[in-house]
């Protein structure tokens, strides 16, 4: 497992920053983290808040689920006779599989060079990222192992995804000796752009493993001793599914030729109805109710916030952000949602920005600061705010009326990766101006201690209030 600060991110702001803002419209911020700061400085032992807040970031933090799986299927049976028909120099050409040298090559050279997306386009950087491509319809493969190898039930299954999944073939990656491609996330496709699942094709090839990093984890493939055939074993497909805003990287191929597979997967929406059940997310309420119960937990009242552990794409058409949005949840945050819900809690969703990024137009290279917590350390100018208000415009745009009370805010789980704010262009595997992702906070609010004991004796139950209409945050802020 490797050091979680190598985690990076390539959300870059394209735009100018926001107007500068008059120092008043500021105050209510500063205000506000003043009294969250209080919780992640030095949390002292003795105050009950931080005692439960610390109890609920485990249990919160426990209730995580896998990012990636990985996997092989054996080439038999529809999959023993599979070729790979491709564009070539020379017009139409094809190969079987296993690969051998002199057809990996053949196709490797026959392909584009690879680019990825930064800066508002795609470049072309031999020090991101070295490989060659062919993208459909210059090249088909005759039968398709994903449906083949039946991946798609198996990721829904281990990852706890309950909605179908559908795998589009984006292209054929090809590396030679050297090759690799650096750290990134992939570039959303829509909303419903869920993942990605690579599949490497059986070639004589060593290094080249992908790494996938989330949350201070890692899975790494290792498809260059599993794929070829031995005496006793058929030559096989290795494959991996990753939440696509999960940093991943190819290691460099150190000989031969690596030719991958890869595939955008997307999550079929308007799944209502059909709510899984989530063992854990009762666990989760019940912890949260016994906060809520407990009167020295935030006694003068205040909101408890979950920062959600995966990036969502987010379009400038959303217009209700946080009901698309949370119906995307990927992983635990889906469990997270499920208790903050079932607790009956008064919740809202909080994009979750780093101002620092827009100063770092190169936090593509692998040698970039990562930009992550660290520990409590929440740097002091970040922002959160509606999703619709906030993100596009560049209208600084909080709601202070719900929000920002002047009430604390004790944070049960902080971000590990966010984009900068008002960014609008991803950077990624492919440069693509239809989505971007945002990366949210889960606020709910906690009434004080006599308004809780009231509410308790009296039986009332506390419900998510309707979202207050955008003219009245304007009215606020005029105020
Ligand atoms: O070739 C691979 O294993 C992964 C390639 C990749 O990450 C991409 O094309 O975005
Ligand atoms: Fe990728």
Redesign the pocket.
């Known amino acids: 497992m490797s050091d979680a600060s190598d985690s990076r991110t390539f959300d870059i702001a394209d735009q100018p920053p926001p107007k500068k803002q008059k120092k008043s419209e500021y105050e209510w911020y500063d205000r506000a983290y003043a009294k969250a700061s209080k919780y992640w400085d030095d949390p002292p032992e003795d105050d009950p808040t931080s005692v439960i807040a610390a109890t609920l970031e485990d249990k919160f933090l426990h209730a995580a689920r896998p990012f990636a799986c990985t996997g092989t299927i054996d080439m038999v049976g529809a999959l023993e006779k599979v070729k790979v028909y491709y564009t070539g120099p020379d017009g139409e050409a094809s190969v079987n599989l296993p690969l051998n040298t002199a057809d990996a090559d053949a196709l490797h050279a026959a392909g584009q060079l690879s680019m990825f997306g930064r800066d508002g386009g795609n470049v072309y950087d031999e020090s991101y990222r070295l490989a060659r491509e062919h993208r459909p319809p210059q090249v088909a493969i005759s039968a398709d192992p994903v449906l083949v190898g039946d991946i798609l039930p198996f990721v829904r299954q281990h990852l706890g995804i309950d909605r179908p999944l559908r795998a589009v073939l984006y292209k054929v ?1 090809t590396y030679s000796a050297g090759g690799f ?1 650096g750290a ?1 996330r ?1 570039t959303p496709k829509g909303t419903d752009h869920i993942g ?1 699942i ?1 599949v490497c094709l059986p070639s004589e090839f060593e290094g080249g493993e ?1 790494v996938v990093r989330h949350g201070g984890k890692e899975v790494k493939s290792e498809w260059s001793s599993q794929v070829r055939p031995t005496a006793d074993k058929p030559a096989r497909l290795g494959w991996m599914f990753l939440y696509s805003d999960c940093d ?1 990287e ?1 290691l460099p191929v150190t000989s031969g030729t690596r030719v ?1 597979l ?1 595939y955008d997967v997307f999550a079929s929406q308007g799944m209502e109805g059909e709510q899984v059940k989530y063992s854990d997310a009762a666990e989760l309420t019940d912890a949260l109710r016994a906060a809520y119960q407990n009167l020295d937990f935030l006694p003068d009242g205040g909101h408890i916030a979950f920062a959600m552990q995966h990036s969502y794409p987010h379009t400038r058409c959303d217009e209700l952000a946080d009901e698309a949005l949370v119906k995307e949840f990927k992983g635990g945050d889906m469990v997270w949602l499920r208790a903050v819900q079932d607790a009956q809690l008064d919740w809202r969703l909080l994009g979750v920005y780093s101002d620092s990024m827009e100063d770092d137009p190169k936090s593509y290279e692998t040698d970039a600061e990562p930009y992550r917590f660290k520990g409590r350390d929440l740097p002091a100018q970040e922002g959160f705010m509606y999703l619709q208000d906030a993100l596009f415009g560049s209208d600084y745009c909080p709601n202070p009326k719900w929000f920002f009370d002047n009430k604390d805010v004790a944070w049960i789980t902080l971000p590990i990766c966010w984009g900068g704010r008002n960014s609008y262009m991803s950077y990624g ?1 492919e440069w693509c101006a239809e989505a971007t992702y945002v990366n949210v906070a889960l606020v709910a609010k906690i009434p004080t201690a006599e308004e809780r004991e009231a509410a308790l004796n009296g039986g009332v139950v506390v419900e998510k209030a309707t979202p207050e209409p955008k003219q009245d945050n304007d009215e606020e802020q005029q105020e």
Do not use: E, R, W, Y
């Open positions: 990656n491609f990134h992939d990605t690579t992908l991943h190819v991958t890869a595997n």
